[in-house]
């Protein structure tokens, strides 16, 4: 049986600067892709890795 890929935008994204991500769990990553171009490449990260980019988000912006 296929299942669907549940998609969901960042709450954090900026539609009216063009800057949109949305992520996806796939067992054991997690993707990420840009929400403009969904047909094109995601990014698939380890769930540590996922965690160390939204720390480095947040340190850089601490309202993320």
């Known amino acids: 049986m296929k299942t669907r890929t549940v998609w969901r935008k960042s709450s954090y994204s900026n539609t009216a600067a063009n800057q949109c ?9 997690i993707a990420v892709r840009d929400s403009k171009n ?8 380890s769930h ?8 480095g988000l947040k340190a850089q912006d601490p309202q993320v």
Do not use: D, I, M
């Open 38 to 45: 969904p047909h094109a490449s995601h990014l698939n990260l």
């Open 48 to 55: 540590r890795a996922f965690a160390r980019v939204v720390t």
């Open 21 to 29: 991500v949305e992520v996806a769990v796939f067992r054991p990553v």
